[in-house]
């Protein structure tokens, strides 16, 4: 049988996103930042240690827009899967993304007056406000409603490195405070200082003694890049719902797999 529109919106999305994944997984461990630090006596016992992060390798430039194509293709889906199953559709028709059930009851009904009122239900409770009443904004439609809107109407989706993890490997007998925190630090050209951190004893050691180390991931958007997997499999549990009235099993396969 023949995918439908909606089916294959969703379909060139998710292999877009695990193009991306694949792309990501690769580059984090690629070396693609050198990480130092400087040191800096201040006293008997204490040491002031500035880290940074010297980029060897650039993000390619076209994830950018790879992460827009895919975002656009998984939030079309739903659109398409609307518009196939309305009576007469218009200009209106589409699927619905509100994380307030005011702004549903007076904009996102007209979404979808001409569709079944099986359907219209299966919409409703799949709205941000009604699957996560106390954080909508976070749930994935409503990430993909935004992520959406910002690459359609403002600029391009911004696929970027941040330092994922900060460590630091040290005696105990040794105390340390941090003046600038690395973790969630963005990386782009050039160097970039990431972090510094004061180390102090009681006891003589050595400035070795302290090791400051950090890891780094790709972002979208300040975001986890594996967001895009979890925005995926929502899809597609909304999707597989509104064109067949079930619920996917939750243990069968998943586009992208486990995430």
């Known amino acids: 049988m023949a995918r439908t529109s909606a089916q294959r919106k969703f379909r060139r999305g998710c292999d877009q996103v695990a193009e991306l994944l694949d792309g990501a997984t690769e580059f984090e461990h690629s070396g693609a930042y050198e990480f130092t630090v400087e040191h800096e006596d201040r006293g008997l016992f204490e040491v002031v240690y500035r880290c ?59 979404n979808i007056e001409r569709v079944s009122e099986e359907l219209r239900a299966i919409i409703e409770k799949r709205q941000p406000f009604k699957v996560a009443p106390q954080a909508p904004e976070r749930e994935p439609l409503e990430v993909l409603r ?29 105390d340390v405070s941090w003046e600038r925190y690395g973790t969630n630090r963005m990386l782009g050209p050039g160097r970039t200082h990431l972090s510094t951190l004061v180390a102090m ?47 996917p099993d939750p243990f069968g396969p998943y586009p992208l797999g486990p995430g």
Not at 147 to 171: C, I
Request: hydrophobic share 35%; proline share 4%; aromatic share 8%.
């Open 146 to 174: 935004l992520l959406s809107n910002q690459d359609k109407h403002r600029t391009l989706t911004t696929v970027a490195s941040a330092v994922g993890n900060e460590h630091v490997a040290m005696p105990e007998n040794v």
């Open 52 to 110: 940074y992060g010297e980029e060897r390798k650039p993000i390619p430039e076209e994830w950018d827009l790879l992460a827009g194509e895919a975002i656009q293709n998984l939030r079309a889906s739903l659109d398409h899967a609307v518009w196939a199953a309305a009576e007469r559709p218009n200009s209106n028709t589409k699927f619905p993304i509100f994380t307030d059930s005011g702004r549903f009851e007076s904009i996102g009904r007209g």
């Open 201 to 247: 004893s009681s006891a003589e050691w050595s400035e070795g003694d302290v090791q400051p180390g950090f890891s780094y991931r790709v972002q979208i958007e300040g975001l986890s890049i594996t967001t895009l997997r979890g925005i995926a499999h929502r899809v597609f549990e909304v999707l597989v719902e509104c064109e067949t009235g079930k619920r």
